[in-house]
């Protein structure tokens, strides 16, 4: 399993692991119905550095990076991670975050954070957590859960510099 | 003073205060240099519902209001207000806050958040706590403020269909 930047022919295949998550509409803020153009847009925009995990020529998640702001907020990281539908359990998600985390320091972010860390998303926040992620905020009802409601959303935080 | 949605004929007052703002880079996490096309790509965005503040013809101000997210997290509002130098102290500002509030009940939003008010800007948390906004979580070192180095932001919320 390594991870990789994408390039332009893993594309279909990011699209087709995105696709599936944006439709459960569980943990992204975007429409449950949108577009594969407009999915590739967002995960692929220009600001985006953009990698995928790999085994065996089968890309089995992706990630992308990207500072959170631009101009004077643009020293702190934010990404977002999709991982296939029956590769769980294989800590994808957890080797591209710590990869990101990796890659986020080498760009020279001084701080990584995520804006809405839906909160029913258990398993990423327990993972945030164990990575030094702290909850910085709780956002009330911020996020439509598609069988639970409004539910609360996170701001999570990480120091990139402080030893 | 009345505040009324912009139209087009509007753009350039608009934008004479904005790129003095986002010259003196103290409160939007937009790049000092920014061109005036892109100021008004940001400002005027799709998805932006624009008004002005107009006193005898003269554009003293402007706010934004927009779904903070698309999708599950289409309820939330978010703003951002600017008022042009020199025209302080006759709480344009407030006038606008109050309007968009209003504005954010009138389309059925369910609450309404900032994403980054930088700490120094204190005159508006003064005015969002007074209005009803409170402040949610602090996010920090964040902001590269122009004199005073890396300082924090505050993520500020308000419920807007609670009584």
């Known amino acids: 399993m390594t991870i990789r930047p994408a390039i332009s022919q893993d594309r279909e295949s990011i699209l087709d692991i995105f696709m599936e998550i944006i439709a459960a509409g569980e943990t992204f803020a975007l429409p449950q119905n949108l577009s594969r153009a ?13 990698f995928v995990c790999e085994e065996r020529g089968r890309i089995l998640g992706s990630y992308y990076l990207k500072p959170n702001h631009s ?11 999709i991982v296939a539908d029956g ?15 990796d890659q986020a320091r080498q ?6 954070q995520f804006n809405l860390v839906v909160s029913t998303n258990e398993s ?8 030094g992620f702290a909850i910085v905020g ?5 996020f439509r859960h598609p069988s639970r409601g409004y539910v609360d959303a996170y701001l999570m935080f990480m120091d990139l510099i402080s030893p």
């Open 87 to 101: 590769e769980r359990g294989k800590h994808i998600g957890r080797t591209m975050a710590e990869h990101s985390i």
């Open 38 to 50: 407009s999915a590739l847009a967002f995960w692929c925009a220009d600001e985006n550095t953009v």
């Open 124 to 131: 990423a926040v327990r993972l945030w957590r164990q990575l």
């Open 71 to 81: 101009g004077p907020g643009s020293h702190v990281a934010n990404a977002g991670y």
């Open 138 to 142: 709780t956002l009330p009802g911020v």
């Open 107 to 112: 760009l020279g972010f001084r701080s990584m």
